[in-house]
């Protein structure tokens, strides 16, 4: 079955940098998009950036452009979530998340990593 | 951006009962559009896509309609699992990817 499993969450200072991973399994992951979707404390989704299967397109919310850098390494099974800058409303959950098929839906999701950025 | 309108925000109905969640559109997004269901201290689990369509392992019980600006999710007899937090999202203008801000379904 189909795994994402989140990494590299936790608490850091306003201005500092913080590198997510989410290692897959259970699929063909170099053949699918990847989402990293986040979630404030109580608060609803939120999309953040996707990537292409190749890697070759990359897209963010305007709010985390340029601070935010998503990448992949398909030989390793792995989606990554540079994050520069870092800032108190960037504080949630970040999920990793598989694209279903040809839309950007999601189809599964990992279980979450907990980025707090506070003083 | 298009901008994704959850009505009602809070929704509470008895076991057993018909659910009718409704989401609009500032601008038409086709048929792009999907439905997920999160429960405290989960990841959210997509129920609907293309507006209409289930997915795999998804009861019957759920279903969704609409297109353009004006959707609906519809559960038809609640159970005890359903209750939970559910989110509309649009994949049909982006980026961003654009979600409505949930509609909790409590127990009445």
Known sequence: QVQL???????????TSLRLSCAA????????????????PGK??????????????KYYMDAV????????DNSKDTLYLEMDSLRADDTAVYYCARILGQTLAVA?????ALVTVSS | EIVMTQSPATLSVSPGERATLSC???QSVSTYLAWYQQKPGQAPRLLIYGASTRATGIPARFSGSGSGTEFTLTISSLQS???????CQQYNNWPPITF???TKVEIK
């Open chain 1, 65 to 72: 452009q340029g601070r935010f850098t998503i990448s992949r």
């Open chain 1, 5 to 15: 499993v989140e990494s590299g969450g936790g608490v850091v200072q306003p201005g």
């Open chain 1, 108 to 112: 599964d999701w990992g279980q979450g």
């Open chain 1, 44 to 57: 609803g989704l939120e999309w953040v950036a996707v990537i292409w299967h190749d890697g070759t397109q």
């Open chain 2, 81 to 87: 699992e359903d209750f939970a937090v559910y989110y």
């Open chain 2, 24 to 26: 609009r559109a500032s």
């Open chain 1, 25 to 40: 399994s259970g699929f063909t992951f170099r053949s699918y998009g990847m989402h990293w979707i986040r979630q404030a």
């Open chain 2, 100 to 102: 409505g801000g949930g």
